[in-house]
């Protein structure tokens, strides 16, 4: 079913129908677009907190009715949004210069430099996708077709920064510069649940040198946004952390895109949902540390380090789940890569793929469905991989003394 010329319609089909009907959601003049909804809803509250960092009035980053006011006065007609005063320091004042302009203008400016952001993350990972250079029209339209774009821009989100961190990692993971890939991890920590879920991978994968990037990275910038904001400021998003869990529903007002609201769908008890999830979070860390430290191919370890990385993380929405752009890459190039192989395990994954590159745009359907092409296909995909490296090992294992069998291997099971 998935033929070249097939996957070329459909992404194309995609990429017209999605940016058409953004189009003209947002063709209408003002900051509000033709349903009359905030244009890049989420900026509006990176908005205001940048305004609050340019005028230096700091201690209004966590007062939830100065925001309030702020908004209605930059977005007049924004009533029914309400924003709960969550976010860090680093992202006030990476927002602040922006704020100079009016509301629209920043946003134009934010969504041109998230789209640079992402094709240039694309443009890194088709370096090192060479299976995949034949098929470069293709590949060019399906990035412009992932519905992960779409979703973080229309969320006016810091998706992309998050993804910039996280393909900057794997380049340098790819060239065993550990430290490196962990100090761009470690910058995640602007979103501290995402830092820590690296963290969390990498310790369960042993790989201590990324851990101790992943640490510097954070403390680095962590110390320089103290120095410019002032460590009163710091000690108040302190606070403000150890406060989510009693506004963590309002965070997430629906279920999120990982294990944790997987269980929460399946498990209504609050005390047993959060048991099951630690146990299955630890699972998934666990599977993903044994698939990096085998020996298949190194896009299939990425990947399955990023998924990991995405399960564990008690916050996912929509909009995170840009991340699995990388992901898709990655996993195509391998199946080009093993074109002709008849294993069924190995056919399994380009379906997995296709399920996770149109999972993005799924926010509308019931969670009993929309979870299962999201965490449930970001699952499977995890436990393919780790069933195959198993294969792999018992093959080769049970073909030790055939020169011919550790030939087959390399052809089909490329190592890292």
């Given at each position: ?128 996708a060479g299976s995949l250079h034949p098929y470069a029209r293709l590949v ?75 640490v510097a990275g954070a403390f680095v910038e962590t110390v320089v946004t ?150 449930g296909a970001m699952c499977a995909v995890l436990v393919l991989v780790y ?30």
């Amino acid at each position: 079913m998935l033929t070249l010329a097939r996957l070329r319609a459909y992404a194309t089909l995609i990429a017209i129908g999605l940016w058409t009907v953004f189009a003209i959601d947002f063709s209408v003049a003002g900051p509000l677009d033709r349903m009359g909804k905030v244009k890049g809803t989420d900026f509006l509250h990176f908005y205001v907190i940048g305004s609050i960092a340019r005028e230096g009035r700091w201690s209004e980053l966590y007062d939830t009715s100065a925001q309030e006011r702020r908004a209605r006065a930059t977005v007049p007609g924004s009533a029914d949004v309400v924003f709960v005063p969550v976010e860090s320091p680093q992202l006030a004042l990476l927002i602040s210069p922006l704020t100079a302009v009016s509301y629209t203008g920043a946003l134009a400016i934010w969504l041109t430099l998230g789209a640079a952001l992402y094709a240039l993350a694309c443009a890194a990972l088709w370096r090192d996708a060479g299976s995949l250079h034949p098929y470069a029209r293709l590949v060019m339209v399906a990035c412009v077709a992932f519905p992960g774009l779409l979703t973080a821009i229309l969320h006016g989100q810091t998706a992309w920064l998050s993804l910039a961190c996280v393909v900057a990692a794997l380049a340098a993971l790819r060239r065993s510069r550990r430290f490196a890939a962990g100090l761009a991890l470690g910058l995640l920590v602007f979103k501290p649940h995402w830092a820590a879920a690296a963290a969390v991978v990498f310790v369960f994968a042993a790989e201590w040198r990324v851990v101790a990037g992943i640490v510097a990275g954070a403390f680095v910038e962590t110390v320089v946004t103290g120095t410019i904001a002032g460590w009163l400021v710091m000690a108040s998003y302190a606070r403000v952390l150890i406060n989510l869990p009693s506004v963590a529903g309002l965070l997430e007002p629906r279920l999120g895109d990982s294990l944790r609201g997987y269980v929460q769908l399946l498990v209504s008890s609050p005390a047993f949902s959060i048991a099951i999830f630690c146990v299955a979070a630890t699972a998934a860390a666990v599977i993903a540390a044994a698939i990096w430290r085998s020996s298949v191919s190194i896009d299939l370890r990425l990947s399955s380090a990023v998924i990991a990385m995405m399960l564990i993380n008690p916050h996912v929405n929509a909009y995170d789940l840009l991340l699995l752009a990388p992901v898709c890459l990655m996993l195509a190039n391998w199946c080009v890569e093993q074109a002709g192989n008849g294993n069924a395990g190995i056919r399994t994954m380009p379906a997995l793929v296709a399920i996770l590159f149109v999972s993005p745009v799924l926010g509308g359907v019931p969670d009993a469905v929309r979870l299962q092409c999201t965490a449930g296909a970001m699952c499977a995909v995890l436990v393919l991989v780790y069933l195959l490296n198993r294969r792999i090992s018992f093959w080769m294992f049970w073909n030790a003394g055939d020169t011919s069998a550790a030939v087959g291997a390399k052809k089909y099971f490329p190592a890292s």
